[in-house]
């Protein structure tokens, strides 16, 4: 009897209720008599396994013989060409590659995946060692939220958003409060910190910007002939700059010589694995809408499950994992699961085709069943015990995750149609959605403008805040493949799994689907796949 896919295998346990080890799939796909091993394999397993090991399967059929590999060359799971990031500012092209791919359910398919692992000369995997693997989270504010909306809780959060930003800001300019400047003699040189509580421009031309600080506000003015003008532009209200120039001979207002954000330092030299290891990184799934790609799924985890992703140990997913309920107008008209438990339960089984020992990390987005203000904390515990596959780490957004030294801020995103309304095309668009991330960077906050389309929790302190700057940094929400190197840290938009609904394209959004970019970690150069 020919051997089944590895996908095959796992579809057939997760019905059951399990997931495997990636070796126990190999072993049962291997197997004289796949169905029948599997079968013998569930009959002797106690009630209190979750996880099929290794262990399980060789108690059953190691006294039946195994099938040997195949003499000929083994054939790919997905003959797509690759596009790679290069380690220059400027972003590499974003269309994938198309390519045609078995029928997952097809064992007689002659190009069907029948390796799920690298074998030895002894048939056995050449497992990863997953004592070699570290995974650690920061910044996760789950259980953490405090704040009830009080308008002295909005203070706190902006008091903290300032002290911090302007602790990466005194190094570069020496500041002194508004109340101080204020009281300078007309003609002075001063230079100010703030937060940008107004911009507009003035009958000249020219530009009026007010900051503020702890101690009040202070006009500074930005002439049109100064070179620093088109920074203006990319202003965002709330955000924290510094600014140094000259006091009119009143002292009433400031002429602004230059202008700086926190940014990200250009000598900054990201931190790589030891050991040569690669993370997917994928947002938006949306299970539950009718526009769900479920055939991309599928043969995204069945090439998750070949030789060729033996490397992929880590799967990052940034926000939206379902398409939730009630998001925009008529959405239901669109839903194929109407109940919102009922989605998670569907992409519980999505998530149960992944090999059964990758690490995953999930954030939640906008369409998942969390508030919208940001931070959002991390699924409620109903949730949470729906979506337990391969004991997913399921943290806030946004949260910084550390895997084999590599540092990985995921945010779903939802910032980014903002930053996209608000700054020139040519600065920032959906088409080239890694830019408008590179300007996240440079303000070194993932959602600086408030009051806008996007939702702010008060906390007691402000975590959306980018005290610490990440190797990579990872979004989803605008449903566009990106991505590019900003001061060396990798920017990813990693696209999404939905294709174009009714709303989309009333609105004019033609997403980027099925996509799934895979970073190498010992060198940061990333791999952008495509399923379709």
Not at 100 to 106: A, I, L, N
Not at 166 to 182: C, F, G, W, Y
Not at 315 to 337: F, H, R, S, T
């Amino acid at each position: 009897m020919p051997s089944e896919t590895p996908a095959s295998v796992v579809q057939s346990l997760a019905r059951h209720g399990y997931n495997a080890e990636r070796e126990a799939v190999t072993l049962l796909a291997r197997a004289p008599d796949p169905p029948e091993a599997i079968g013998a394999v569930l009959e002797n397993i106690s009630e209190e396994t979750l996880r099929i090991t290794v262990t399980d399967v060789r108690a059953v059929i190691d006294s039946a013989p195994i099938e040997d590999p195949p003499q000929e060359p083994p054939v790919e799971a997905q003959n797509t060409e690759s596009n790679q990031a290069t380690d220059a500012d400027s972003p590499v092209e974003t269309e994938g590659v198309t390519s045609k791919q078995p029928k997952r359910d097809d064992p007689t398919d002659s190009s069907a995946v029948d390796d799920a692992e690298e074998i030895d000369t002894s048939g056995n995997r050449r497992a990863s060692d997953i004592s070699l693997r570290s995974l650690s989270i920061a910044n996760d504010m789950t259980g953490q939220s405090t704040g009830t909306g009080e308008y002295k809780q909005f203070v706190r959060t902006f008091r903290d958003r300032y002290e911090r930003l302007s602790k990466l800001l005194r190094s570069r300019v020496n500041h002194r409060p508004t109340k101080a400047i204020s009281k300078m003699p007309g003609g002075s040189e001063a230079e100010l910190i703030g937060l940008v509580n107004d911009v507009r421009s003035t009958k000249g031309g020219h530009w009026l910007i007010e900051l503020e600080d702890t101690t009040g506000t202070f006009p500074c003015l930005v002439t049109k002939d100064k070179n620093i003008s088109e920074l203006v532009n990319e202003l965002l209200m709330d955000e924290c700059i510094a600014v140094q120039g000259r006091l009119s001979d009143d002292a009433g207002i400031m002429f602004v010589d230059s202008l700086h954000f926190p940014d990200v330092p250009r000598t900054h030299r990201p931190s790589t694995a030891d050991r040569h290891v690669q993370a997917a990184l994928i947002s938006d799934i949306h299970v539950g809408s009718q526009e769900f790609m479920a055939e991309a799924w599928h043969q995204f985890t069945d090439w998750l499950h070949s030789e060729e992703a033996q490397h992929v140990e880590y799967l990052l997913i940034a926000g939206d994992m379902v398409e939730g309920v009630g998001v925009y107008p008529n959405q239901d008209k669109e839903l194929d699961i109407i109940d919102i438990y009922d989605q998670y339960e569907m992409f519980a089984e999505y998530l149960k085709e992944v090999p059964g020992d990758m690490e995953i990390v999930m954030i939640p987005g906008n369409h998942d069943a969390v508030r919208l203000a940001e931070p959002q904390p991390g699924f409620d515990d109903r949730l949470r015990d729906i979506m337990d596959i391969h004991d997913a780490r399921i943290v806030s957004n946004p949260a910084t995750v550390t895997i084999e030294n590599v540092s990985v801020l995921m945010y779903h995103g939802v910032s980014l149609d903002e930053v996209i309304a608000e700054l020139p095309e040519e600065k920032a668009s959906y088409d080239e959605s890694h830019k408008a991330m590179y300007h996240l960077l440079k303000k070194r906050h993932v959602a600086p403008q408030y009051g806008g389309r996007n939702r702010l929790a008060p906390e007691t302190q402000d975590y959306l805040v980018i005290d610490n700057v990440p190797d990579i940094f990872h979004t989803g929400h605008v449903h566009k493949i990106g991505w590019g190197k900003y001061h060396n840290v990798l920017a990813v938009n990693s696209g999404c799994w939905q294709a174009q609904t009714d709303f989309q394209k009333s609105v004019n959004i033609n997403p980027d689907s099925g996509y799934a970019p895979i970073v190498d970690l010992d060198t940061l150069n990333m791999t952008v796949r495509k399923f379709v």
